[in-house]
């Protein structure tokens, strides 16, 4: 009977312990059974190409929306382009982002598209190109994304629209590579004092930047320390640009300058050029793309709009674990603080 004591104890610490294991292996199974590589629909409608028009500013702006299989209202998320590109670029990132239930509208910025280069000789074109960051086609750009989500607020309340009803309007992410990075972080919370005003566009719950880039001589605090919404941040080792003599030290700023108060992330791709995160044909000279970057790309992007335009536990156990971890290469860098005060939902 003495013994009586000492057996209870043991037997409440077995089941103390095989409830522990449970529990972690439960939570484990949760995070392996979700994979945000995977597709959700086999099949994607193609793009809607169409142009809408800003009244206000007598401006046309090209779109190119991915529709998700199902016609319940799905999340959006708007996409910038680079420099000198179109609404036709890094498809790769609609394709899938729609075949895992979200809108995709992707925006084409007059002044600052392909029109700038292409009917201009070879050796012009970078001088064309460098001619269009100007601070007047950046206003446009920021004007451009609240334009567009006041037509695809329109269109979701005519009965009449094709898209009637197709879009979760209270759930909006922002995106961008490189000068459509800019563009994003105009929007989604950026100081920048050269503008004169804040361009922040409270209906976006959650951005990500490609190639991101601070702003002159401002401190990062002082450009970035205002953003109140989860932010992305997606460079490579070698991710600079010629128009503006970005480095990979400027891009890694924002990061830096990110208030404590949100979820933010940051992934430094190894070996990753500026057009590691398009698409296009790469030019003569270029090392080919590591294969691997745009799954990486696909697969936190894509957990990161789960968490927080989806409120996905699973995406947010995948993004914030090992798991992720275990998606990239050996030699990317990986880093994020989720805030305590954060609540984390959209």
Known sequence: MKYLPVCLLLLLLLLLFCSCFQFTESAHAETKQYNPLQQLTKQTAPPIDLTIKDQKRN????????????EQP????????????????????????????????????AGSDEAVWKDVPLLQRLRALKSATTLQNTVDRYQDVS?????????????????????DLDHIGMSGHS?????????????????????????????????PSS?????????????????????????????NDTTVADRRKVYQGLPDSIDKYELVLFDAQHSAFS????????ARRNPNHHKSILAVTTAF?????????QG???????????????????????SKTATGKP
């Open 59 to 70: 401006r046309d702006i090209p779109l190119r929306i991915y529709l998700p299989k199902s």
């Open 74 to 109: 799905a999340p959006v998320v708007l996409f910038s382009h680079g420099l000198g590109g179109a609404r036709t670029g890094s498809q790769y990132l609609g394709e899938h982002w729609s075949a895992r239930g979200y809108v995709v509208v992707y925006l084409q910025h």
């Open 147 to 167: 334009a567009v989500l006041d037509q695809l607020t329109q269109w979701n309340a005519d009965p009449q629209h094709q898209f009637h009803n197709r879009f």
């Open 179 to 211: 000068y459509g990075a800019v563009t994003t972080q105009g929007v989604s919370g950026q100081n920048w004092r050269l503008v004169g005003q804040r361009y922040t566009d409270p209906r976006i719950k959650a951005a990500v930047m490609f190639s």
């Open 215 to 243: 702003h002159g001589r401002a401190e990062p605090a002082d450009s970035f320390g205002q953003v109140s919404i989860p932010w992305m941040l997606l460079t490579g080792t070698k991710d600079t640009s010629p128009i």
């Open 279 to 286: 698409d296009g044909r790469q030019r003569r000279g270029q």
């Open 305 to 313: 709009w789960d968490t927080y335009l989806r409120d996905s536990k």
């Open 316 to 338: 947010r156990q995948w993004l914030q674990g090992i798991a992720c971890r275990q998606q990239l290469d050996p030699q990317d860098e990986w880093q994020l603080q989720v």
